[in-house]
């Protein structure tokens, strides 16, 4: 059942009415691993402002900046979680998502250190921060200004 928290929540059509895009659509996004609705027992689908958010930004990355869904996925998966989450350098170690898979962590959660994978990932830092454009581009420069200084150093030192 959905929460009876404060925040508006609507069903899949009312979103895709206001954003003007199939119900399908959605639910494709869903199907992807892009998007981590909201779910009733009963699987019913609730959407908060944040879902709407996020459901814009897909639509733009694909219109505006012709990105395809795996193109998308591989951008998420560069998202540097370990920054995000706290864990020890040996979870990180047989963590999929830092050893470079190309989905984001949420899409392959069995496979995640036991950390994670007790985690709500809709609730997850690195969902939430994804889900916003604009942390998404800070974190991924922040992250490959890291990787670029890291690389300067193993040239440097060989």
Same mark, same amino acid.
């Given at each position: ?5 404060? !925040?508006?929540?609507? %069903?899949?059509?009312?979103?895709? &009415? ?11 996004? /869903? ?7 909201? !779910? ?27 990105? +395809? ?8 998966? #560069?998202? *540097?979680?370990?920054?995000? %989450?706290?864990?020890?350098?040996? /979870?990180? /170690?047989?963590?999929?998502?830092? #050893?470079?898979? !190309?989905? *984001? ?7 995640? *250190?036991?950390?994670?994978? &007790? ?9 939430? +921060?994804?889900?916003?454009?604009? +942390?998404? %581009?800070?974190?991924?420069?922040? +992250? &490959? !200004? ?13």
């Amino acid at each position: 059942m959905p929460s009876t928290t404060n !925040k508006a929540r609507l %069903k899949i059509r009312q979103v895709a &009415a206001q954003l003007d895009i199939a119900v399908e659509t959605i639910r494709m996004y /869903e199907r992807e691993g892009l998007l981590l609705p909201a !779910k009733t027992a009963s699987g019913q689908r609730w959407f908060e402002a944040s879902d709407l958010h996020w459901l814009g930004c897909l639509r733009r990355l694909i219109k505006e900046q012709g990105l +395809n869904l795996a193109g998308i996925r591989r951008l998420l998966a #560069l998202m *540097p979680c370990w920054d995000l %989450k706290p864990c020890s350098p040996t /979870e990180r /170690e047989s963590c999929p998502a830092y #050893l470079g898979e !190309k989905q *984001p962590c949420w899409m392959m959660k069995a496979r995640l *250190p036991q950390v994670c994978q &007790a985690a709500d990932c809709r609730s997850c830092l690195v969902y939430q +921060n994804a889900s916003h454009c604009e +942390n998404l %581009k800070t974190l991924l420069q922040k +992250n &490959a !200004k890291r990787n670029q200084e890291s690389y300067g150093r193993i040239i440097l030192t060989t």
